[in-house]
């Protein structure tokens, strides 16, 4: 079994440039996404998906804003391929729940962005961002094993439902969901 998948994180920095796909629920990458043209990898048919984490926050909007927005989970089209071959579906099923999972880090983000309002910056944003892409790799790493990168089709019915659950676990941390309500801690 040869290589069936790339997944690449870069900071959306990096992308600036180009055209990206916000995250949403009712968004399902399709082949036409795909859009760079893929190298010669083998007889194995595969895919390369460019996703990853950014946010924008000038300092008064860590104070006061609502932070949810501020932090994206976006795909660059430009910058992902597919080949040709008869496991499109496979290798579909297999970046989106990818892709979801960059949601989840996202969420992931977002949550302790605004447990940590009172004393968040710019470095504390950066230290969160990088512990949750380390557990995040470790996440993607499982699925991949698990599903045999969506092969194993029980396994990957596993994983998506999985997926769903812990991002409704997160649903306040949407991208386009109000801020947070405060939990009042009891004495």
């Not at 069936?4 to 629920?25: D, H, K």
């Not at 983000?109 to 944003?125: C, D, G, T, V």
Request: proline share 4%; glycine share 2%; charged share 25%.
């Amino acid at each position: 079994m040869g290589k069936l998948l790339y997944l690449f994180f870069i900071p959306l920095t990096a992308l600036s440039q180009e055209v990206i796909v916000e995250w949403s629920e009712e968004y399902q990458l399709k082949k036409e996404d795909f859009k760079a043209k893929p190298p010669a990898t083998g007889e194995e048919q595969s895919i390369y998906l460019s996703a990853g984490l950014s946010y924008r926050a000038m300092n008064f909007q860590l104070l006061f804003a609502n932070l949810n927005p501020l932090v994206s989970n976006s795909f660059s089209p430009n910058a992902s391929w597919m080949d040709e071959g008869p496991e499109t579906a496979i290798l579909l099923k297999y970046a989106q729940t990818s892709w979801d999972l960059y949601e989840l880090a996202a969420r992931k983000l977002r949550k302790k962005m605004h447990q940590n309002r009172s004393r968040i910056n710019a470095k504390s944003i950066e230290v969160f961002l990088h512990q949750i892409n380390q557990e995040n790799t470790k996440i993607l790493s499982t699925y991949s094993k698990e599903s045999k990168f969506a092969r194993d089709s029980i396994m990957q019915i596993q994983w998506e439902r999985k997926v769903d659950s812990i991002l409704e676990a997160y649903a306040q941390y949407c991208k386009k969901c109000k801020k947070p309500k405060k939990i009042k801690k009891k004495k």
